[in-house]
C-alpha cells in the first residue's frame, strides 16, 4: 500500500483507493492527508491544518478533530497511526517516504540531477521516466481550498521541470523522435518558455526537419525577442553547424577538443618507427587501447607521437586531447596531479566548471563516462607512475591513449590489449634525413667528407641534440659544419657531457649544448630559472630573479629553451628546468632565491592593500635589491594580477617550507586571503591557510601561530563548516595578548557564534573586539567592531543600541573614506530599518550597500545584500521587484555554489505564487 498526491489524494492498494471517512467529508479529510504527508514525518499544528482547511474563513477546530478522528480510524486498520504529539493540537504522521508517491518523485529528479552532473545522461533518463510515471493527473486533486491551490502549482512547477529535464535527456541519448514529442508537447502548454523553444528547435533539427527547427524559432520572434541563448541556436541551425550533431544521427551536442600540439615542418628519420605505429591501427585487427612509447630524454617521443597522432584524427571525430604531465604539483614539485589534468580534459569536452565534481575519483567517473561510446584520441607526456596514468584512461574500447615515458611503465605495459614500442638513437641514414629536412641535401653534400658522420656521431644520433644543431646551422647559413663539429667535440666536453653512466643517450648532452651557446646573461636567467616552482612566470618575475631590469627573455625564447603560453607570461618545459637545476646547483647565488619570493610577496602585499581595510598585511622588510614589485594602480588591477598568479602564489609559498624561507610561507597566504575570499575560492583559501600555520609552527612565534589559526577557522567558517572553525579560532585564544590580534579573533568568534546561533555570545564577543579596538587605537577596526556590535543587537531585537552603533560605525568608515566599510554599515542599517518597518529608509541604505559590493567587488556580500533587499520590497507589497532582487542574489549564490541560494529560491517560489493570485 502507498500513499498517492500526485493525482487522487489517497491511501492506495495497488490502483484501489482506500476508503477514509464519510462521503461528504472526504475532499476535507485527503486536504489533513496531504498536510501531514507533505511534512515528511514532522510535527504538524492544529493552527496549521486550519490554515490548510479553510484559509481566512472562520475555524472550528472541533470539526477539524472530527475530520483527524476519521482519518486517524481509517489508517489504523491498515497499520498506520496518527498520534497526538504533546498538547496543543499537534499530530505527526509516521509514514516511510519511500510510500509516498511525491517524495519518490523528488528522490527520482534529484538522483536524475547526480547523474547528469557526472555525464551519465542514461541513468539520468531512467530516473526521470520513473519519476514521471509517478503522476495520475493533477497533484492534490480533488482537495479544495487556496493552500491545496498553491501546493498545485508549485508541484505542477516540479513536474513541468521534470518533463523538461526528460526530454533534454532523450535528446541526448540519442532518442530524437521522443524528445521531440517531448518538446512539442511542452511548448504547446507554455510557447513562450525559450528553454522548451530550445529543446524543440534542436529535436526537430537533428530529426532532419530544418524547415520546422526554423519555424519554432520564428514563432517565438513573431511574439517577442528572443534571448541570445536561442538566437545563437537558430545561428547554428541555419549554417547547419556540426558540434549540434548530425540531422537523423545520434543528437549529441559535444564539444570536440582539438588540443594536439603542432606538428615540425621538419620531421624525419622515423619511417620504419610511423610503419610499425600504423600497423597497430590497422582495421583488419583489434586496435589497442593504450599505445606506450618508451625512450630515452631528447630521442623525440612526442615528436613521433603527435606526428602519428595527427595523421589517425579523421579515425577520432570526437576529438583529441593532449596533457603534459610534467608540472607543477602540490606536495610534489614537478609533476600535475590527475585531478588538474581531468578538469582540463572534461572542461575541452564541455563540461562547465559548475558541473565539475571535485574529487578525484568523480572525476575520472566523469570522464569514463563522456568518453563511453566516443572515438577520442588522448596523447599524454612524461607521467610520474602507472598510477597517474590510469586514473587518465578513458576505459572505452573506442577511445585510444599514446603514452610517451622516459620511464618503463610495466603495470600498464602488461595490461590487457596494451602495445608498447621503444625508440632507439638514430642511425646514421635516419640522422641525415633529419638534417637534410632543415638544411637541405644539397648542403650536406656540399660539406666535406667525414663532416656529416662526425656531426651525427658526436650528436650521439640524439633527435634534439641534431635539430639544435640544424636549426643552429640554418640561422647562419655561412657557418660551415665544420665549425659545429669542432665547436661540439671542444676539449672533449661534449662526449664527456652526452656519454654518461647511462651510455651517449643522455638529454644533459643536448640541453648543454644549448645552454652553452647562450649569452651570459641569458645563460645566468636560465640557471636561475630553475628556481621558480610555479607552472608560469612573467617578465617582472624573470627580472627579480636575474636582479635586472631588463632579463634577456627574448635569447631564452629564440633557443626555444622557453614558451609564450599567454601574452606575457612565459613557462619552460620540464626536462629544461630539471637541466637549469643542475646547472644552477653548480652557481650557488641564493640571494636570487630571495628576490623571487620578494617579487611575490611585495606585489602580492600591494595588490592586497588595494583590496580595501580588511587587509591585515604588516609592512615588514623592504623587497631586497634588484626586485621588480610589480605597481598595482587599483582594485580592479589588484584582482586580476591574484588571479592571473594564484598558482604561483601557492607554490612559491610551499616552495618556501621547503628551501628554509618560512616567512614567505607564513606571510604570502594572508596576501591572497582578502581576494579569496571576495571571490568565494574558499578551498584555495583553505589550503594556503594550511600552508601558513605549518610555517607559522615551524618558525615558533605564537603570534604567527595565532593569526594562521585566526584565518584558518575563518576558512573553514567560509566553507559553511562553523562548529570545526570554531574549536581552531578557541585554540589560539590562549595565545593572542595584544589588542589587535584579540579584535581579529573576538570579531571572528563572534560571527561563527552567529553562524552556530549563538546569537547572545555572538554579540557579548563583538563587545569584546570592540574593547581590544579601542585598546588598539586602530580607528578602522573600532568601526569594523562598532558595527558588529549593531548587527548583533539588530539580530536580537535591540534596535536603539543597534542603531547608535552601527550608524558611529558609517560616521567612522565615511570619515575614512573606507568603501568596503562604509557598504557593510549600510547593510547593517537596511537591517535595523526594516526591522522597525522604515522600508523606505532601509531600502536606501541596502542600494548604497549593494552599489559598492558591486564595485569592489565582494560577490557574497553582494548575493546577501540583495537578499535582504527583497526582503524589505517584499515588505513593502513590491512582489515583483523583490523577485528581481532575489533572483539577482540567487544567481550570485550559484556562482558560489553557496548553500544560502536555497532559501533564496523559496522566497522566489512564493513571490511568484502571490503575485499569480494578486
Known sequence: MDFRLLGPVGLFDGDTRIHLGRDAE????????????????????????????????????????????????????????????????????????????????????????????????????IHLEGGLALWHGSALEGVPGDWAAGIRRQLDRERREAAIRLAETRLRCGAVEPARADAERLSAENPDDERVVRLEMQAAYLAGDYGSAVEAYERLAQRTTPAPATRALNDRIRVRDPLLGTPGGDGHETAVPRQLPAVTAHFAGRTRELARLTALTDPARPRPPVVLIY????????????????????????????????????????????????????????????????????????????????????????????????????????????????????????????????????????????????????????????????????????????????ARAAERPELPLAELVGQLGEEGRRLDVIATGDGPTDPRA???????????????????????????????????????????????????????????????????????????????????????????????????????????????EPPAPGVVVTPIEDEAAASAWLRAEALNLAAVAERALHVGLTRYAVQLPRMSANYQIRQGRWHEYHEAQLVALAGARRLGDTGDVADALIELARALGWQGRADQARRQAERAVPLVTDPGRV???????????????????????????????????????????????????????????????????????????????????????????HRARRFDAALEHYERAR????????????????????????????????????????????????????????????????????
Open 26 to 125: 472526504l475532499p476535507k479529510v485527503h486536504c489533513v492527508l496531504a498536510a501531514l504527508l507533505l511534512a515528511r514525518a514532522r510535527p504538524v499544528t492544529g493552527a496549521f491544518l486550519d490554515n490548510a482547511l479553510w484559509g481566512a474563513e472562520a475555524r472550528n477546530p472541533e470539526t477539524r478533530r472530527g475530520y483527524i478522528g476519521d482519518l486517524r480510524l481509517a489508517l489504523r486498520r491498515y497499520g498506520f497511526t496518527l498520534p497526538r504529539q504533546g498538547h496543543g493540537g499537534v499530530y505527526r504522521l509516521d509514514v516511510e517516504p519511500d510510500r509516498v508517491d511525491l517524495h519518490r518523485f523528488r528522490t527520482a529528479t534529484e538522483a536524475a540531477r547526480q547523474c547528469v552532473a557526472h555525464g551519465d545522461w542514461a541513468a539520468a533518463r
Open 295 to 470: 625512450g630515452t630524454a631528447g630521442v623525440g617521443k612526442t615528436t613521433l607521437a603527435v606526428h602519428w597522432a595527427r595523421s589517425l584524427t579523421a579515425d577520432y571525430p570526437h576529438g583529441q586531447l593532449h596533457a603534459d604531465l610534467l608540472g607543477r604539483r602540490r606536495r610534489r614539485p614537478g609533476r600535475r596531479t590527475p585531478a588538474e589534468v581531468l578538469r582540463g580534459f572534461l572542461g575541452a569536452l564541455g563540461v562547465p566548471p559548475d558541473r565539475m565534481p571535485t574529487g578525484q575519483s568523480e572525476l575520472t567517473g566523469l570522464f569514463r563516462s563522456l568518453a563511453a561510446g566516443r572515438r577520442l584520441l588522448i596523447v599524454l607526456e612524461n607521467p610520474a607512475d602507472d598510477e597517474q596514468v590510469r586514473a587518465l584512461l578513458p576505459g572505452s574500447e573506442s577511445c585510444l591513449t599514446v603514452v610517451t615515458s622516459r620511464t618503463r611503465l610495466n603495470g600498464l605495459a602488461v595490461a590487457p590489449g596494451g602495445a608498447a614500442l621503444t625508440l632507439e638513437l638514430l642511425a646514421e641514414e635516419s640522422a641525415r634525413e633529419v638534417l637534410a629536412a632543415r638544411l637541405g641535401h644539397d648542403r650536406l653534400a656540399g660539406e666535406p667528407p667525414g663532416v656529416v658522420a662526425e656531426l651525427i656521431r658526436l650528436c650521439a644520433g640524439l633527435p634534439l641534440a641534431l635539430a639544435i644543431v640544424a
Open 510 to 620: 643536448t640541453f648543454a649544448w644549448s645552454y652553452h651557446r647562450l649569452p651570459g646573461p641569458a645563460a645566468r636567467l636560465f640557471r636561475l630559472l630553475s628556481r621558480h616552482p610555479g607552472p608560469d612566470f612573467t617578465a617582472a618575475a624573470a627580472a627579480s630573479l636575474a636582479g635586472e631590469p631588463d632579463p634577456p627573455l627574448a635569447d631564452l625564447a629564440a633557443a626555444h629553451l622557453i614558451s609564450s603560453p599567454a601574452p606575457g607570461r612565459f613557462a619552460m618545459h620540464g626536462l629544461l628546468r630539471a637541466f637549469a637545476a643542475e646547472a644552477d646547483a653548480a652557481t650557488g647565488e641564493p640571494a636570487a632565491t630571495v628576490r623571487l619570493f620578494d617579487h611575490y610577496l611585495h606585489t602580492a602585499a600591494g595588490a592586497d592593500r588595494k583590496l580595501g581595510p580588511y587587509s591585515h598585511v604588516a609592512d615588514g
Open 743 to 833: 579584535y581579529r579573533l573576538r570579531m571572528l568568534l563572534a560571527w561563527l557564534l552567529g553562524m552556530l546561533d549563538r546569537v547572545p555570545d555572538a554579540l557579548e564577543s563583538a563587545e569584546q573586539a570592540l574593547t581590544a579596538a579601542r585598546e588598539s587605537a586602530d580607528p578602522r577596526a573600532v568601526a569594523v567592531a562598532l558595527n558588529e556590535v549593531g548587527w548583533w543587537n539588530a539580530v536580537l531585537g535591540r534596535p536603539e543600541p543597534a542603531l547608535r552603533n552601527c550608524a558611529r560605525a558609517l560616521a567612522a568608515f565615511e570619515s575614512l573614506a573606507d568603501r568596503s566599510g562604509i557598504a557593510a554599515a549600510s547593510d547593517s542599517l537596511g537591517l535595523i530599518h
Open 851 to 918: 552599489s559598492l559590493y558591486e564595485e569592489l567587488p565582494d560577490v557574497y556580500e553582494h548575493a546577501a545584500t540583495l537578499d535582504r533587499m527583497g526582503n524589505t520590497l517584499s515588505a513593502m507589497g513590491r512582489p515583483a521587484e523583490a523577485e528581481a532582487a532575489w533572483r539577482r542574489a540567487l544567481a550570485l549564490f550559484n556562482d558560489l555554489q553557496h548553500p544560502a541560494g536555497a532559501a533564496v529560491s523559496q522566497k522566489i517560489t512564493a513571490a511568484a505564487r502571490l503575485q499569480e493570485q494578486g
